[in-house]
């Protein structure tokens, strides 16, 4: 039963991407075909960003209140229909607004799943289990790129819809993942881990654990920096690298390709190396991204070859850290009864971030060049490495099954 639900929960992640990820191809489209500028559309990326950062703190306590099966299945549903509804209302008010509402939604998914996860699989597997099962946003993201990308440059597919295809296919997609979800899912599992029912002292307990508000602050530089490659990694390649549209978008997708392997070694080191002790792992990955990204101006002006070398490396050292820290770290952090609270709350913290990764790389591409961009996420990659560096973390025993 565990691996079905391991199934179902990877399935409903992944599927959630294919309406996130799929606006990072639009997003030159919508710019040539449409009109809108750079600041309509990081607008647009800002509000679904700050959505989801406030659903991270309210669907955690729904999820632990009301059961994940419940709050994903409904998130799936609303995320489809608005990616869909973009095609109906394509301006820079309608698609602003959408993407909002698209944010909310999308944000039921992580600490639903990471709950039922926590249920099903206990602390002593998590590393590993989690690094696998984390797979499903960097496999999402690369499908979903893919998947646009395809759609929205095929001459055979209803070519007349343009960049619409983008919008309307994805969410055609995700819909019976949502059924199946809704359908085959259960909130009780074999792990103890819900020996507690949730109460509003488990929610003061966690946003006071420092525990978890180290991995919250760093989890903030991880997502900032992840949603700045995943939203702008097209719209760096055609402006800086003078890539075509095609060219942009099947080259980004290395980006979640090469993330696969960041996140199953970060999660095997983390439990078979260092002890289940996420600390020391997410250090050493953070420092090697800082090392990358200062590379990465020199490795892209020197070939395509350079460019898909660096944005892969990149794409290890940020997924890595990403899901080990917004994962096994979260649930082991995690009171009994608080873990989608605690997992709501970290990718809450995190989503600040990621809220401001649009206007940051508009301005800082647009006043200082995308080289300085990747200096700055050196910058922060270095600063997150030191901090966890120092940071006192318990070790963890591991748990048999």
């Not at 869909?84 to 820079?92: D, E, F, H, K």
């Not at 996140?263 to 420092?287: C, E």
């Amino acid at each position: 039963m565990r691996w079905r639900m391991f199934g179902l929960t990877w399935l409903a992640y992944a599927g959630l991407y294919l309406c996130r990820k799929n606006f990072s191809v639009l997003i030159p489209l919508l710019i040539v075909q449409v009109g809108l500028s750079r600041t309509e559309l990081a607008n647009a990326v800002f509000l679904y960003s700050a959505a989801y950062c406030v659903g991270q703190f309210t669907m955690g306590g729904l999820a632990d209140k009301f059961g994940a099966r419940l709050t994903v299945s409904v998130g799936i549903f609303i995320s489809a229909i608005a990616t869909a509804s973009m095609s109906l209302w394509p301006t820079a008010i309608g698609i602003s607004l959408l993407q909002m509402v698209n944010g909310m939604a999308q944000a039921s998914g992580w600490p639903g799943l990471v709950k039922l996860m926590s249920v099903w699989f206990p602390r002593g597997e998590r590393g590993v289990i989690m690094g696998w099962w984390s797979t499903n946003y960097v496999l999402g993201g690369f499908v979903a790129t893919l998947l646009t990308t395809s759609v929205v440059t095929s001459v055979y597919l209803l070519p007349e819809l343009g960049w619409r295809r983008g919008a309307i296919i994805p969410a055609l997609a995700l819909l019976p993942i949502g059924f199946a979800f809704a359908i085959f899912v259960r909130n009780r599992g074999e792990s103890t881990d819900e020996s507690q029912p949730f109460s509003w002292a488990l929610v003061r307990e966690v946003v006071r654990s420092p525990r978890i508000q180290v991995i919250a602050g760093i989890y903030s530089i991880l997502k900032l920096t992840r949603y700045s490659f995943l939203f702008w990694l097209p719209l760096y390649m055609t402006e800086q690298l003078r890539y075509s549209a095609a060219e942009a978008g099947y080259t980004s997708a290395v980006f979640e390709l090469a993330g696969f392997f960041g996140t199953l070694g970060a999660g095997y080191v983390s439990d078979k190396l260092m002890g289940s002790r996420r600390f020391p792992t997410a250090a050493l990955m953070l420092a090697m991204l800082g090392g990358i990204c200062m590379l990465h101006p020199i490795l892209a002006a020197y070939s395509a070859a350079g460019n898909i070398l660096g944005i892969s490396v990149i794409g290890m050292m940020i997924f890595g850290p990403d899901t080990l820290l917004g994962g096994a770290a979260a649930q082991d952090a995690a009171p009994p009864g608080a873990v989608a609270t605690a997992a709501g709350f970290i990718n809450g913290t995190g989503s600040i971030g990621q809220m401001l990764s649009p206007w940051l790389v508009v301005w800082i591409a647009g006043q200082y060049g995308w080289n300085n961009l990747f200096y700055f996420f050196a910058a922060l990659a270095l600063t997150g490495s030191l901090v966890l560096t120092f940071s006192r973390q318990e070790a963890v025993e591991p748990v048999l099954a």
